[in-house]
């Protein structure tokens, strides 16, 4: 049987950006994508610290080093540029494999800097 648990997240990132005239998706530094092993174009939750919002969108990669965490889209509705958010992936793992496993947690800084 498999089972779902948290795989990785980036932690209280500050939102850089909003744009509602885009297709869709979050923009993720690329730096902050390889240090929480989130892949582009994977299903992400993002919560909102500010306004309580919670919901699922897919990852575009930004700029290694920007800081970028740009919502796109119709989430641009949902948060405001200077917001707090916690960017959230799981997986599924069988109960041997989650023995062992430990989800990567990214801390930043208010610049989307990892502590």
């Known amino acids: 049987m498999l089972q779902e648990f948290l795989y990785s997240k980036i932690h209280r990132a ?10 869709g998706s979050i923009t993720i530094d ?7 092993k989130i892949k582009e174009g994977q299903k992400v939750d993002i919560l909102d610290v500010n306004n309580g919002e919670r ?19 119709a989430a641009a509705r949902k948060v405001q ?6 960017i959230v992936s799981y997986a599924y793992f069988t109960p041997d494999e989650v023995v062992n ?4 947690i990214v801390m930043v800084d208010e610049n989307n800097k990892i502590i």
């Open 101 to 104: 496993f430990k989800p990567a």
């Open 81 to 86: 540029p200077g917001d707090k958010v916690i």
């Open 30 to 36: 690329e730096t902050l994508m390889k240090a929480s």
């Open 14 to 23: 500050t939102v850089t950006d909003a744009n509602l005239n885009y297709v």
């Open 55 to 73: 919901f699922q969108t897919y990852v575009i990669k930004g700029s290694a080093d920007s800081g970028c965490i740009c919502l796109n889209g």
